[in-house]
């Protein structure tokens, strides 16, 4: 593997990003909410059940990266106008995507970290960029990315001059057609061995199937993951995108103490280490 | 998918497939030895060392599958002999891959579970005669095998009369090559929403990388997983083959108290069900 | 590259496999004919049709390897006996598929060319005995084959003692599914950079599509194969089993003087080496 | 599939994109030149030989997406200003990647063609100012884009205006590691299925291997492209990018009639229709 300046495995030990009085790389970070913000009303009632739940943060998408343009594409800056409410209404800071490299401090603006989707994680024209916003940044692993692309991918945003980077899995393109992605947990403990930037995971994605997010989360957790990013909607059903994976307010609320006594578990069973 | 009629889902519940005292689909088992019988002394001294640290069964290898004609083949009738008196020896019942439908009674003779290998998993020849064997099988998932593939490939056996299946994820083939093969841990509780079979993990060939076993080990339990198939020899870099993947007797003594007790916290967080 | 001992490219040239008066290696070789031997009236009439139409060889399954132990399996026995029927009504040689060891004999007695399918690829019994099988063996790549692991189970077969091996592209499994499998045409002139054997092209599995076999049968041919082998049936809508990717004796008799037409022309353009 | 309301397969026919006298859809293109532009000798020297070989247009890339924030990033506008140069030294029309939706402009001024690499074939932000774009825009497949996907992406420069897209194939990943990538050239008459947009093939990074360049070029014509897209450098060995797939001037000059008599015999074959 070609070598890493900035992201590589440092031997003063592990990267820590810190947004909103938690940290990435040290704390279990649970983030959570819909899929796209479609309403007001939609995103505020789902930031109350997933805060009252226990999530640590909320995301929600303004900027939509959709397959067809005639899909619904998001509700672009109205959708960050809702975001902002649902922080002031809760507290949560806010995790969402930023597309285009001309609206990063449009963003910025509303949300605590910057999310570049699968799509866009060779977008280098965005990522350098992001080196110059004042915002952490969460970078989603492309649907083939190899774990080197993924950390050089990294690199640009680091060389750009921002140190603060958290990976995030979010499932592989395989021939497998039960599950929507292939989930690559093996990753989370492969970027442990040569990188030292926080590694989260997105079981919504990963698996597209709202019934394996729960198993996916402990399995993640399990893994070493530093945290989870899990979709969300108050009616399934009905959501304008992703409707088969997102799950609803009661199913995260029964996942959220499940996976915080396991992680308690973990740390317990071994202090000071990571599994 | 097309319909299952013998490892469907049952309502029922789940299969119990019951080895040496042990139930799969009920307890978790571990199962642990080297990829290859490579001598007498190689296999007992690995055969006590994991019954010490805790592993319920014994696996080895003595018909080998390789890439090559030229490489090491395994010690076939003799390397059956080495596992039974390992079995003598221990107690712990004994799993041997059959790659032959002509070497089922042989195999039989000194096997407790017979496995059938990946690059076996759609040979029809060998499934269908192992619905006669008197013993149960492992088959191990094919390295491009969908969920519909595998639990068809399943179905062979059962449907030829063998009630008495277990399957074992060990890693897909995808682009990534950090990882011998891409671990699919959703394909766990995805076997458990359309099959009532039990299912274990390999985390050796799953990730081919000794320091991926551990975290990939807690995952698969974390997963819902009825068990592992650990590969552990004496000394991994000296092995006959698979020598970047089997890990020490000592780390494997490390690793069975952490799954464990992972599981028994995961029982006891949810008394009565898998996670 | 592991090293190959037999099958590797040779300094004197091109292996040359000859079978009924033609050789693989020198002549463009159509192998064509039904997937499966349904009866005795289809399988002599396809024989007859592609015939006249220009074939050199007839295809058809007696054994048929399928996902489910519930699909049609193949007429067995009573296929191999159709199979000779035809082979005497029309005088074309067969290729049909063995999948047991133990059946190479009786598959023998009908057959001139041995067909190991995509599935048995690593079915190293089968390899074995297959080298000591006095007729040509087609061995199918496998749909997650790499390179290296056909030419190495062609290794199998010629290390045992039959140095008649003659490779077949079928398409390997990826992410794509608009087509069945994706036809890796450039594996052709990989193989002749590093082996000496003769390799033809499947474009009705490699596609799984009828609509495409034409144009990729011209791509096979421009990109050097040693021949093609299509699959064709009177009425493929109602045949038992690849509906979707058999051609019509009439699309077929259509095929076959555009591609030798092709042939003759690369042939001509370069006379004395292949494209 | 998702139903495409600008480039499906029009009845009336298929698409023209005219540039600089030529026609994609009805003329066969051949495109050249190195992968980056690396001095103003090495860009007219090769300039100059490919367009005495036959080719029709000039490629070559100002601005490279790599792997790494430290490799070479392409010369930028110094690039394009000697593109510029090569235009007005052989009248070649100019074909050049756009990563950056603000370049657009920029780019325009010195090229003929906008082309769109493959890590960005979702970079929707990018696709849809380019349907304002007063260029054609070459849209790359990307590398683990489906069908689907692919003609989607070109729907979103479609539907924002602009007509002028082809399409341009340039392998897949899968598992295969012998070529870079796999070329897929059942794609060609696949997009011809269901779209109405010209297809051409990039043979060069499809395998990834210069001596795979000639064959692969000659089943992209016989597998009906509309033209081709090959890297050629004076000193591939030499090269900034992409040293083992660039072909030499002089292995160039001899690809180019092999393939425009093949067209031409393919055209004599079936007046009228493409293969």
Redesign the interface.
């Given at each position: 593997?070609?070598r890493l300046?900035l992201g590589g495995a440092a031997g003063a030990g592990r990267r820590i990003v810190e947004v909103g009085g938690l940290a990435f790389g040290r704390d279990f970070i649970i983030i959570a909410g819909p899929c796209a913000v479609e309403s007001e009303e939609q995103t505020l009632r789902t930031a109350r059940l997933v805060k009252e739940a226990g999530a640590d943060m909320l995301r929600g998408g303004a900027f939509k990266?959709?397959?067809?343009?005639?899909d619904f594409q998001g509700l672009g800056a109205a959708g960050l106008k809702i975001l902002k409410a649902a922080k002031k209404a809760t507290g949560l800071p806010i995790v969402t995507e930023v597309?285009?490299?001309?609206h990063i401090d449009e963003v910025s603006a509303c949300a605590d970290i910057l999310q570049v989707g699968s799509?866009?994680m060779?977008?280098?024209?965005l990522l350098?960029e992001l080196g110059n916003a004042g915002r952490p940044v969460l970078l989603k692993r492309g649907?083939?990315a190899?774990?080197?692309?993924w950390l050089?991918a990294a690199?640009?945003i680091l060389?750009?001059g921002n140190p603060r980077v958290i990976l995030c899995e979010r499932g592989?393109?395989?021939?497998?057609?039960?599950?929507r992605n292939?989930?690559?947990?093996?990753?989370?403990?492969?970027v442990r061995?040569i990188s030292s930037l926080p590694v989260i995971v997105d079981p919504s994605h990963?698996?597209g199937?709202a019934?394996?997010v729960?198993?996916?989360s402990?399995?993640?957790?399990?893994?070493?993951a530093d945290g989870l990013l899990v979709e969300v909607h108050p009616r399934p059903a009905k959501a304008a995108s992703d409707r088969g994976q997102q799950i609803t307010p009661r199913a995260f609320a029964d996942l959220v103490p499940?996976v915080r006594?396991?992680v308690a578990?973990?740390k317990a069973?071994?202090p000071g280490a990571?599994?």
């Open positions: 593997m070609k300046k990266p959709r397959l067809s343009p005639y597309m285009d490299a001309r799509r866009n060779q977008n280098y024209t350098k649907m083939n190899t774990l080197e692309e050089h690199e640009y060389s750009a592989i393109r395989t021939f497998e057609t039960y599950t292939t989930l690559d947990l093996s990753i989370v403990p492969a061995e990963g698996t199937k019934s394996l729960r198993p996916m402990l399995a993640a957790a399990a893994a070493g499940a006594n396991l578990h973990l069973a071994r990571r599994p």
